[in-house]
């Protein structure tokens, strides 16, 4: 009997801590076990008893990445348990704060956690010194997120404009305009990364995914639509319950949801890009064909690739949004709580995030429930290694390890706001 075992103690280029364990007999896969040991949060517990204005800014909490769409899906879901009804303005005000942390969101993952994978250098720091200007674009994409974030949020992290019915204060149209130079060279950006993701070189990998993204429409979606997949499903965010659900897994402290009959499924941008192409603005539908990306497509790497087309749909919504925008009359609307239970999902930059919450007659929260688009890519992940895992065994222990991390990273798992991620451990039996 033999061991070999293969550890990355401290990986940096993914939001979270976890634990990859590989067990092997006579060179085939056995065991595989992709462990998340992040202690829980209770944040479900935190908002019981809370007021309902409470809600967005406890939420937003939850991520430092993503603080945006806990914060849309959360008001999202009680508007409808009262039947506030935000108007256009409002409903494009919150539109942009999401194309704020999308740009933000995918320019990070794709220069500063992505691309060291295809370029071959352990980190962003040491790409910079061979591939100065790529980063310096990364970092100069990911502040026009920032900066838009900035003036719709009230700050970078964690916005604190927003509210139940819409927001404290809305910005003047002089405001959102004088963005619009930054935001058309972000645009331009954007086109260039398209192309410079497009270039690069991915494995041969294509799993069956059943895909997951709401759809809307009319619009690329965002803040609105109905969940659909590639499958045939087309369910309102109130029967998402009906159809997945939260199982414990024993190897790890986060819940996987699954669709419940059939397992593990897909969200995030390979998800939204595939039921969703025909929602994108023409120009952007012909900047991703020059490059052959189009829909069907389901090699995971390449997802880095589509990150790139959201950024660059992200910034040319953003300019649209900015140029043709009013200012409200007020920049929430009235209303009034009452007992019920609301649902809601927006896109998070890493997929579907669904919202439940129960309340009593003043508007305290009874009841929380939060589905992030992680847990829901957990078992996805695990099956995309699965089946990755036995075509890399004859690779040296060290390309193997960056592929199997690789795996991972193409989803940009967001498991917590740690810096450490990945441990991986190979036992092999003779």
Known sequence: MSEKVIRVDALARVEGEGFLHIKLRKGRLEELQFRIFEPPRFFEAFLRGKSFMEVPDITSRICGICPVAYQMSSVHALESVFGAKPGPEIRELRRLLYCAEWIESHALHIFMLHAPDFLGYPDALAMAKKHKALVEMGLKLKKTGNDLMTLLGGREIHPVSVR????????????????APALEWARGAAEETLRFTAGLDFPVFEPDYEFVS???????????????????????????NRVFE?????????????????GPYMVGPMAR?????????????????????????RNPFRSIVVRAAELLFACDEALRIVSTYREPKKPFVELEPRAGEGHAATEAP????????????????LEAQIVPPTSQNQGRIE????????GILKLPKEQFTLRCEQAVRNYDPCISCATHFLKVTVDDEA
Request: glycine share 8%.
């Open 246 to 262: 939260e199982v414990h897994q024993p190897h790890s402290n986060a819940l996987h949801c699954v669709k419940k009959g059939s």
């Open 164 to 179: 139940v019915g819409g927001f404290y204060k809305a910005p003047t149209a002089a405001q959102l305009k004088a963005l």
């Open 383 to 390: 099956a995309d290694l699965r089946e990755f895992i036995p």
């Open 214 to 240: 709401l759809r809307h429409p009319d619009e690329y979606p965002l803040n609105e639509g109905r969940i659909v997949s590639n499958r045939g499903l087309d369910i309102p965010a109130a029967d998402f």
């Open 273 to 297: 890009f595939n039921l969703n192409f025909d929602r994108l603005p023409a120009k952007v539908r012909r900047s991703c064909e020059k490059v052959k990306l189009v829909p069907g497509m």
């Open 350 to 365: 890493r997929g579907i995030l669904y919202h439940r919450y129960r309340t009593d007659a003043k508007g305290a929260i």
